[in-house]
């Protein structure tokens, strides 16, 4: 492939990263990860309530990864709630799962800006042969597509196995008792799925470029070194 056409391919696959580095570390400090209703099932019961009337005790929740608010209806109207992981939530989290994500956000982020200085300075200097070449491209963008995987499953495993929505919505209820109506990812969820898929494209740009997979083997190195072989 010629130069110029390597050129446009790295440059694009480092803006591409420099991208996925600026939306995950928006994402970080968003709330928009989580969003859903919350029913109160102790107001309902007591009025027996049902079809429209059940929306006077349905509210809404919505959180990321350090803070988030919901909105209680117990039949009287709304009543809105600010809340952060640290330090009020972490007795009733998996907080080991939650300090993780945020851990591995931040792995994210910083390879993924490595992996853009990385995909510049081999567009426009001159690559080494280790780290700053091929190889270390490839490494620079498997680090970033599994941690935005691990982001993913231990979120979404906080949130659906570990029912982290009713958790936090009876945090600090002693009298009513509420459960989970509905419940979806939003879009700081989905941008870190958009960012892995990212860097596997860059991966795959990569090898578009001309470079070879890691650990891969030429067939012509094999054959030049069985014929010198045969020769002594």
């Given amino acids: 492939m010629p130069a110029q056409q390597k050129k446009l391919i790295f440059c694009a696959a480092g803006v591409l990263s420099l991208a996925c580095a600026l939306g995950t570390a928006a994402a970080v400090g968003s709330q928009r990860w989580v969003r859903g209703s919350i029913l109160c099932s102790t107001g309902a019961l007591l009025v027996n309530a049902s079809g429209p009337e059940l929306h006077k005790f349905i509210g809404d929740i919505q959180y990321g990864l350090f803070s988030g608010q919901r909105v209680r ?3 009287l109207g709304g009543r809105p709630f600010q809340f952060s992981f640290f330090p009020d939530l972490l ?8 300090v993780s994500v945020i851990l591995f956000c931040t792995v994210l982020v910083v390879f993924a800006l490595v992996g853009a200085g990385f995909f510049m300075f081999n567009a ?3 690559p ?34 570990h029912h982290l929505s009713e958790k ?10 509420f459960k989970t109506h509905s419940e979806q990812f939003a879009n700081s969820f989905w941008t870190i799925l958009v960012c892995s898929l990212v860097h596997f494209l860059n991966a795959l740009l990569i090898r578009f470029a001309g470079f ?12 030049i070194t069985g014929a010198v072989d045969l020769m002594y």
Wanted: proline share 4%; aromatic share 14%.
């Fill in 128 to 161: 080494y042969e280790t780290l700053h070449g091929p190889v270390g491209l490839y490494l620079w963008s498997f680090i970033s597509c599994s941690c935005g995987c691990l982001i993913m499953i231990l979120f979404s495993s906080e949130v659906k196995i």
């Fill in 124 to 126: 426009f200097g001159s």
């Fill in 168 to 177: 936090i919505a009876n945090f600090k209820e002693g009298t009513f008792t």
């Fill in 212 to 223: 070879e997979f890691p650990f891969s083997k030429s067939k012509d190195s094999g054959t």
């Fill in 73 to 75: 209806q117990c039949g």
């Fill in 91 to 98: 007795r009733i989290i998996p907080a080991s799962i939650h």
